[in-house]
């Protein structure tokens, strides 16, 4: 009995095409699409079809073959305006040809109709479409919902993959003007609180009940801070815990809550998302101490509180200190947990806290800081740390981001040779994209601070965000060209205490409508960066913003003064300006969001809660 292997003409086929050259191998491949079925393998006479036409100096008689046998795939399956194109780009080689024409009276097309371009966009996958939006910004995939098309699904999955739930009311900071503001528009805000409330609510119950809509949740921030002890949180508490089990792919976690929150939060994500990669914490009403539990995969870490105790958080650092790769900790009366953390694995180190004598801060970032590319300090400077960054000069070879804020001096140090040797050592670190420096300016002579701490800017080529104090003995005229040409994010620290000149040059110059070049601002102007798209000042009274914007920084499409931000709109009619100010909670919830798509990224600091 003889037996037949399928195969082995699969092999034969394969042995005889590989001999053959391209041309040849076209006619091979044109004859078997002629056998194939035209239901059910559209894929594959696409692909066929598709390298065909790729082959260089390939026939015309075959182009005109191939494109055919695709138009009468593609009427097969619907798709009548792209099988049209196939026809007429035959007609175009070939006008006489009879199996178009008996397609065109089969399909009752009339001639002018092949002509007709696509009336439709092409006619993309959902995966290539959300690959696409991807790329687009919060505030465009908003738009997207509004399209009647996949777009508007595939928008709303990637949108609703970070949520965040407001369960307490936002109160803004105190101040005459706020309290004025609070009196005009208090129905305003409770109308604003309640539809967040109603919104967390209807979130929260979509998760409950929709394990799809929950499984595309990848971030959730919770804003729960309660000012207000005669409203209890225990209904809203109770469908937060319920709904977190559900989130089975969730990766990243803020909270901002109280004792009666944080803990039993943390156990229920603990207990049903144990894949957390990112948590951040800011602790608030005097919680005493915090248990943390150890995520296995946990990669990103911030707290943030005033009174908890460092105990358990440095036992749960201790006990991570393997996987963590970027580290925040706010706390102005924490040390540096150096004997808690590797930070040879870090990425990323933010730290706001307590230099005292004693602390190995410095050197151990300086001499073990070989990954990292982000680093922000912050406090109370008690230790004299030039000597390290003297040492270890060439230390943290990936540096990207840089900052560096003292807020006070212990009364016994004196280090004058801090600001040169910082200057020197990021004078050859050419790559650096942001670099921040801000100091007290009644104790700049302390730790050497003047106008040579602006000296090493020039050379910071690639320079994209600057921060930094204003010193004393700078000029207007320079200050400006100092700034590298690539700054597109400028804030500057300015105390009326510190520089008399630019107290004249933001009270008074700004408040004149005829100026003239020896003015300040218009010296400080002509200097500015042309890419300047953001500037902020610091501790200095403004009585115009606008009065800012027309006479020394005319490019910039957004202003912060301390904590107020403006839009700057331009007429297109006139080129006259406008500013538009922030409402509270734009401005500290959607920051990222609004400086992103006004051009103005670079104003965010690249640290451990950006994605």
């Known amino acids: ?31 078997a699409l002629q056998h194939l079925p035209i239901q059910g393998c559209r894929t594959t006479m696409e692909n066929a079809v598709q390298s065909l036409l790729q082959v260089p100096n390939l026939p015309t008689a075959s182009i005109s073959r191939a494109l055919l046998l695709r138009a009468k795939g593609r009427l097969a399956a619907g798709y009548r305006t792209s099988a049209q194109q196939d026809l007429h780009s035959v007609l175009t080689v070939d006008p006489e040809n009879q199996d178009v024409k008996a397609i065109i009276q089969s399909q009752h097309l009339r001639p002018e109709m092949l002509l007709r ?57 105190s101040g005459i003007e706020d309290r004025v503001r609070l009196v005009q528009g208090a129905s305003v805000d409770q109308d604003i609180d309640a ?65 009666e929150l944080i803990p039993r939060m943390l156990q229920t994500v603990h207990a049903y998302n144990p894949r957390l990669q990112r948590l951040s914490l800011v602790v608030a009403n005097h919680i005493v101490d915090i248990n943390v539990p150890v995520f296995k995969h946990l990669t990103h870490f911030a707290i943030s509180s005033d009174d908890v105790s460092s105990l358990s958080v440095h036992a749960f650092l201790a006990q991570s200190r393997d996987v963590l790769r970027s580290l925040s900790i706010n706390n102005p009366h924490w040390r540096f947990p150096a004997e808690a953390i590797s930070v040879h694995h870090l990425t990323q180190i933010e730290f706001n806290g307590c230099f005292s004598a004693d ?73 650096l994209r942001t670099y921040h420096l801000l100091v007290p300016p009644s104790e700049a002579r302390r730790i050497g601070f003047d106008a040579s701490a602006w000296g090493v800017l020039p050379v910071l080529s690639k320079l994209s965000s600057l921060s930094i104090t204003y010193p004393r003995d700078l000029s207007p005229s320079l200050a400006g060209w100092l700034v590298p040409r690539t700054v597109q994010a400028l804030t500057l620290d300015v105390s009326p205490a510190v520089t008399e000149d630019l107290v004249s040059f933001m009270n008074v110059c700004l408040l004149r409508s005829c100026m003239s070049l020896s003015d300040p601002v218009q010296q400080l102007r002509t200097g500015m960066p042309p890419l300047l798209r953001y500037i902020g000042i610091t501790h200095m009274p403004i009585r115009s913003v606008l009065s800012v914007v027309e006479h020394g920084f005319p490019n910039v499409r957004v202003v912060r003064i301390d904590g107020s931000v403006w839009t700057v709109i331009r007429s297109e009619e006139d080129g006259s300006l406008e500013v538009e100010q922030w409402p509270y909670r734009r401005a500290k919830y959607h920051a990222a969001e609004w400086l992103e798509s006004l051009e103005c990224a670079e104003a965010i600091w690249k640290g451990v809660n950006r994605p």
């Open 1 to 31: 009995m003889s037996l037949f292997n399928p195969r082995i003409l699969d092999a034969s086929i394969r042995d005889v095409t590989a001999n053959l050259n391209d041309t040849q191998k076209t006619d091979v491949l044109l004859h």
């Open 117 to 173: 371009e696509p009336d439709c966009p092409p006619r993309f996958s959902p995966e290539v479409w959300r690959e696409i939006a991807l790329f687009l910004p919060k505030r465009d995939l908003k738009s997207l919902l509004l399209v009647p098309n996949a777009l508007s699904r595939i928008a709303s999955q990637l949108l609703f993959r970070e949520i965040d739930l407001h369960l307490t009311a936002s109160v803004e900071p």
């Open 195 to 259: 539809w967040h409330y109603q919104r967390s609510a209807d979130i929260l119950t979509r998760i409950l009940v929709d394990p799809h809509f929950a499984g595309h949740i990848r971030s959730l921030s919770i804003f729960a801070v309660s000012y207000d002890d005669t409203q209890p949180l225990t209904f809203q508490i109770g469908m937060l815990m319920n709904a977190l089990p559900k989130l089975s792919n969730l990766r990243k976690l803020h909270c901002s809550g109280n004792n």
């Open 359 to 431: 602390t190995q801060v410095f050197s151990e970032i300086l001499a073990n800081g070989d990954q990292l590319e982000s680093l922000m300090l912050s406090g109370t400077l008690e230790c004299t740390p030039s000597s390290l960054f003297r040492k270890y000069r060439t230390a943290l070879p990936f540096l990207r981001h840089f900052s560096l804020t003292i807020t006070a001096l212990h009364r016994h140090v004196v280090d004058r040779e801090l600001c040169p040797t910082i200057s020197e050592f990021l004078r050859e670190r050419t790559q």
